[in-house]
């Protein structure tokens, strides 16, 4: 079974740029998060959808982030402006169960470094 | 708001050792707690789930107590080996159990 994919792995820019990212979760998997992780952090949920509808947003910077999931599969994640402080992991991860009916576990990528210069 | 409270300074131990690994939570009391590792570089990987009616489970090597009273969950890890050297993370559903947040992550490191 194919795991989640991300793109790109690493991405520098120069702060007031934007950058994209993508995920690709798991087949079937109704549930995609976008976490944030800061060196020496754990994981920040920036957001998560279930299906193409959002869940949880409260914790995305929306002045400068977006989230699409589109059809239900696909998400992509845009910084614009980009902050120094923005430099972390973005990670994407998908579960099995539907929001609201959690019973197991988070299936990760491998995530997407950023610099912010 | 939760908390989700994890020993921040690195765990050093000897390999054949048990490493145990605490995680404390306030303000909320959790339905679950999942317990992750993460490798440098890498995502993280499920490694147990825990509810809030079990006290105890056990997969291989790896033992996870939760103890709601005390709003803590311990993570063992038997016989380690330096292949358990990983950042271990903590995470547990907040109010509706809509969303999983982490903790901050423990270092291990097991000397061969």
């Known amino acids: 079974e194919a795991g989640v994919a991300q793109s790109p792995r690493y991405k520098i820019i120069e702060k007031r740029q934007s950058v994209a990212f993508w995920c690709n979760p798991i087949s079937g998997h109704a549930t995609l998060y976008w976490y944030q992780q800061i060196l020496g952090q754990g994981p920040k949920l920036l957001i998560q959808?279930?299906?193409?509808?959002?869940?949880?947003d409260s914790q995305l910077p929306k002045d400068r982030f977006s989230a699409e999931r589109l059809k239900g599969v696909d998400s992509t994640l845009k910084i614009q402006p980009a902050k120094l402080e923005d430099s972390a992991v973005y990670l994407c991860?998908?579960?099995?169960?539907?929001?609201?009916?959690?019973?197991?576990?988070?299936?990760f990528g491998e995530g997407s470094r950023l610099t912010v210069l | 708001s939760q908390k989700i409270e994890q020993n921040s300074e690195a765990l050093n131990i000897q390999e054949g050792k048990t490493a145990t690994l605490t995680c404390n939570y306030t303000n909320y009391s959790p339905a679950y707690l999942q317990w992750y590792r993460q490798d440098p570089g890498r995502g993280p990987v499920f490694l147990l789930l825990?509810?809030?009616?079990?006290k105890e489970k056990r997969k291989e090597r790896l033992k996870v107590t939760f103890d709601t009273t005390l709003k803590q969950s311990l993570f063992h890890i038997t016989a380690s080996q330096p292949a358990d050297s990983a950042t271990y993370l903590c995470?547990?559903?907040?109010?509706?159990?809509?969303?999983?947040?982490f903790g901050a992550g423990t270092r291990l490191f097991v000397k061969a």
């Open positions: 995470a547990l559903d907040t109010t509706g159990g809509f969303k999983t947040i």
């Open positions: 991860a998908s579960s099995l169960e539907l929001a609201g009916a959690f019973d197991g576990e988070l299936f």
């Open positions: 825990i509810r809030e009616n079990e």
């Open positions: 959808f279930q299906n193409n509808g959002v869940v949880d």
